[in-house]
C-alpha cells in the first residue's frame, strides 16, 4: 500500500517537474517566441492605441436671396453693393448674393498594436534582406554561367581546330594527290 502511495507520489511529482510553462518562463528565448506568437495571434491588445484624427474644412457656398413685399412706388431698378433692388407694379423685389459657411469636421479613430507592427516590421526587414541576398546569388550564378559559356565556346574552338588538324595529318598524303591533280 506504501508502495501505490509512494508511486502516485513520484509520478505526480515527475509531471508537475516536467510542466512546460515552467519551462518558458525560465527560459527568455523560448518565452520570446511565445510572446511574439501571442501578439501575432492578438491575444495581447495591452499596448494599443486609438489615434484620433480631426479634420476641419470650410466650404463657402454661394445662393442667392430673393424677397418680394407689395408696395405703392413708382417703378425702379437699381443696384447697391451685391443687392438688387426692383420696383416694377408695385411689387418691391430685393434679390442679393449671399455666401453661406459650411463647416464640416471629421473625426478618424484609428486602432494601433505598436507591439503587432514591430513585429512585422522585422518580418518584412528580414524577409527583405533575404531576397536582397537571393538576387544577390542569382546574379552571381548567372555572372559564373556566362563565363562557363564563354569557356565552353572557346573549348569547341580548340576540340575542332585540333580534329581538322589532326584530319589533315591523318591524310596528307591523300590531300596532296587530290590537291596536286587540281594545280
Known amino acids: 500500500m506504501k508502495l501505490k502511495y509512494l508511486s502516485v507520489i513520484v509520478i505526480s511529482l515527475l509531471l508537475i517537474g516536467c510542466d512546460p510553462v ?3 518562463l525560465r527560459d ?8 511574439q506568437e501571442m501578439v501575432r495571434r492578438g491575444y495581447c491588445v495591452n499596448d494599443t492605441i486609438v489615434v484620433t484624427k480631426v479634420k476641419d474644412s470650410v466650404v463657402y457656398k454661394d445662393s442667392i436671396v430673393q424677397k418680394l413685399v407689395n408696395v405703392p412706388c ?3 431698378d437699381t443696384t447697391i453693393g451685391r443687392a438688387r433692388i426692383k420696383v416694377s407694379s408695385g411689387v418691391l423685389t430685393y434679390t442679393a448674393a449671399d455666401s ?4 464640416k469636421e471629421t473625426i478618424t479613430n484609428t486602432v494601433r498594436d505598436r507591439k ?3 513585429i512585422l516590421k522585422k518580418d518584412i526587414s528580414s524577409r527583405d534582406q533575404q531576397i536582397d541576398s537571393l538576387k544577390l546569388s542569382v546574379r552571381s550564378s548567372q555572372t559564373e554561367n556566362k563565363e562557363l559559356k564563354a569557356d565552353l565556346r572557346w573549348f569547341q574552338i580548340k576540340f575542332w581546330a585540333l580534329f581538322v588538324a589532326a584530319l589533315v595529318i591523318i591524310f596528307r598524303k591523300s590531300l596532296i ?4 591533280g587540281f594545280i
Open 22 to 24: 515552467k519551462r518558458v
Open 28 to 35: 527568455e528565448t523560448k518565452f520570446d517566441e511565445v510572446a
Open 74 to 76: 413708382k417703378d425702379f
Open 100 to 103: 453661406v459657411v459650411i463647416r
Open 116 to 118: 503587432l507592427e514591430d
Open 177 to 180: 594527290r587530290l590537291v596536286g
